[in-house]
């Protein structure tokens, strides 16, 4: 990913995170945005550059660009993992594979840079991502549950 595929990206992802904590009850939609923006800037100080942290354009089998993949090398204990903190297949893309195939990237990527795993939140309402992750080996390691209550 270059600076201005980094920039499309970002603002795009910003209120796409706003809207996936509101569906989610974490966060109240007044400041949702703000709270995004913020999110983001603390994750990514450098923006693109930020150490640690790779960005990749998903490809389709011909090369045209259908996605990103965003995780971040992290410690977990005493050994080093990636966390996957976004993947996105455009709309028109999805159900095609293409996240299964970028997912098996991630990993190849993982095992070239010695680290140990990969760890990722998908929220509870994103019942097509869990199963996604389900079917490629993910377990999950927490699971946080509400109930309201009227």
């Given at each position: 990913?270059?600076?201005?595929e980094f920039d ?59 996605g990103m993949l ?81």
């Amino acid at each position: 990913m270059v600076g201005a595929e980094f920039d499309a990206w970002l603002g795009l992802t910003i209120p796409a995170f706003a809207t996936q904590k509101i569906a989610s009850g974490q966060w109240a939609a007044r400041e949702a945005l703000a709270l995004s923006i913020k999110a983001h800037e603390e994750l990514l100080p450098q923006g693109l550059a930020t150490p640690d942290n790779h960005f990749f354009i998903v490809q389709d089998e011909a090369g045209g660009r259908v996605g990103m993949l965003w995780f971040a090398e992290q410690a977990r204990g005493a050994e080093r993992i990636a966390y996957l903190y976004n993947i996105e297949i455009d709309e028109a893309q999805q159900r095609r594979g293409h996240a299964r195939r970028a997912m098996q990237g991630l990993e190849q990527q993982v095992r070239e840079r010695g680290l140990a795993g990969i760890s990722l939140h998908v929220f509870g309402h994103n019942t097509g991502a869990q199963a996604l992750y389900t079917g490629l080996g993910f377990q999950p390691t927490n699971i946080t549950m509400f109930k309201p209550v009227a």
